[in-house]
């Protein structure tokens, strides 16, 4: 498996939680919106410890952006992530994913769920592709959403936030399942075995896009 080394170039805070990480781009390296890689930190101790991030940037941008959620209850790859800055170095591996844009639909993202969605509205918006598709992002708190701002911004009123005890449920599926297209799905397992079952009870399997 290849392995590119990649200087942190920049680290912004998004959340109380969520840090987007620039790195410096490998020669000829490319994606889809939507892909994701595996990511180690360039360091004897953790160079093996690799995990799955998406990306958030886009191909035409001089780096590569990943907006990763920090994990510090325990101690693990993320929570180390959350204390390197400019200048700490990340392994990359080959491109992967097949979480990919197919057309215009609808987009049920939760948590850090919204991350290959993020670069794929991204992407549309550069292209002026952006209609016809529909967001609905949860959260467990106001301070939880990423990139709120921007997402209202790109979006309008295509972006619904369900905060709290406000969930994806069979009621706002009835009606957000009337909607032609797509039904592209992220988010932690219990919300993605829970949403792809009311789906499926809806016979509208056939239109659901996850990562295989």
């Known amino acids: 498996m290849p ?12 959340t109380p939680n969520v840090k987007a990480y620039r790195v410096a781009k490998p020669a000829g ?19 093996e410890e690799t995990r799955p991030f998406t990306f958030t940037s886009l191909n035409s941008d001089p780096w590569l952006e990943f907006t990763i959620k920090s994990y510090r209850d325990h101690e693990g790859v993320t929570k180390f992530l959350d204390t390197l800055g ?4 990340l392994l990359l591996h080959d491109v992967w994913g097949t979480l990919t844009y197919r057309g215009p639909g609808l987009f049920l993202a939760g948590g850090a769920g919204i991350t290959p969605f993020l670069a794929i509205f991204r992407d549309l918006a550069a292209r002026g592709l952006l209609a016809g598709n529909r967001l ?5 708190t106001a301070a939880d959403v990423i990139r709120e701002a921007e997402l209202r911004t790109l979006l309008g009123r295509d972006f619904v936030s369900l905060v709290g005890d406000r969930r994806v449920d069979a009621a706002l599926l009835d009606v957000e399942l009337r909607r032609p297209g797509f039904i592209y799905l992220c988010g932690p397992d219990p919300m993605m075995d829970a949403v792809s079952a009311l789906v499926e009870a809806a016979g509208q399997e056939g239109r659901l896009v996850t990562e295989d």
Request: glycine share 4%; aromatic share 12%.
């Open 3 to 14: 392995e590119f080394v990649c200087r942190i170039l920049s680290v912004e805070v998004v």
């Open 29 to 47: 390296y490319t994606f889809l919106p939507g892909q994701a890689t595996e990511v180690a930190i360039h360091r004897p101790e953790w160079r």
């Open 86 to 89: 400019p200048g700490d170095e």
């Open 136 to 140: 609905v992002f949860a959260n467990r």
